[in-house]
Nanobody, 114 residues
Framework: VQLVESGGGLVQAGGSLRLSCVASGRTVSSYAMGWFRQAPGKEREFVARISRSSASTIYADSVKGRFTISRDNAKNTVYLQMASLKPEDTAVYYC????????WGQGTQVTVSS
């Protein structure tokens, strides 16, 4: 399984970005998918997770109410819509899937300026 993220960039505080994660190599529609992030000098942390049917979503407290995770199983793609961005959201964002083992994308940089 290969996961490829896109959509990162530089945005001012209060702005929005939409990240995408496209999976290839196998269909991921039967698996939960998630987003993590890692800021400079910090450990990688959980951001959001979505069940295979989209019926269930979970968010870190730090992003609850501002970020929305979604998926399009027909496109083998998971999204992270980020709104009301804060400088502390600055990090490399990684897509994650656990299919027997953990799969990670290469990450996409999100930088929020104050």
């Amino acid at each position: 399984v290969q996961l490829v993220e896109s959509g990162g960039g530089l945005v001012q505080a209060g702005g929005s970005l939409r990240l995408s994660c496209v999976a290839s190599g196998r269909t991921v529609s039967s698996y939960a998918m998630g987003w993590f992030r890692q800021a400079p000098g910090k450990e990688r942390e959980f951001v959001a997770r979505i069940s295979r049917s989209s019926a269930s979503t979970i968010y870190a407290d730090s992003v609850k109410g501002r970020f929305t995770i979604s998926r399009d199983n027909a496109k083998n793609t998971v999204y992270l819509q980020m709104a009301s961005l804060k400088p502390e959201d600055t990090a490399v964002y990684y897509c994650h899937a656990r299919i027997g083992i953990d799969y990670w994308g290469q990450g996409t940089q999100v930088t929020v300026s104050s």
